[in-house]
């Protein structure tokens, strides 16, 4: 018995040990999904990681974007700020990661706009498209 157990440890510890995972890739450009609720509809726009992005009276800014190498499970995923302009100030309403796999994990709680990861992509990709 203690010969099975060891040798059942030992294959799952060599199960554990043989998974890897790969790094994210950084990529510098994303493109979001935006639905405006109140003229029902539905716009893809793009920027660069760090500038600003406009959509209606939200300025949002994706401080990194990155996407799983081709040999994992396709996920693109995006840390963003989003602004609400309009005003003397310039309040944030939505700091964290978005998703693109599962949008509704993490998303913009607004009254007028939904907003959500599509993939990222670099911009060689990018002119491409």
């Known amino acids: 018995m203690n010969l099975f157990r060891s040798g059942l440890i030992g294959m799952l510890g060599l199960g554990v040990a043989a998974k890897s995972s790969a790094a994210d890739i950084p990529m510098d450009t ?9 003229a029902a509809r539905v716009n893809t726009v793009s920027g660069k990681v760090g500038s600003s992005v406009k959509f209606g009276t939200l300025e949002i800014i994706a401080r ?5 190498p081709p040999e994992e499970t396709p996920e693109n995923a995006a ?7 309009g005003g003397k100030d310039k309040p944030r309403v939505f700091s964290g990661w978005m998703f693109a796999s599962s949008p509704a994990l993490s998303a913009l709680d607004h009254p007028v706009y939904d907003i959500w990861v599509l993939r990222c992509e670099n911009s060689a990709a990018s002119k491409s498209r």
């Not at 990194?64 to 799983?68: L, Q």
């Not at 840390?79 to 302009?85: G, H, K, S, T, V």
């Open 30 to 38: 994303i493109v979001l999904g935006g639905l405006d609720k109140v």
């Open 79 to 85: 840390f963003l700020e989003i602004y609400q302009l």
């Open 64 to 68: 990194t974007c990155v996407s799983r």
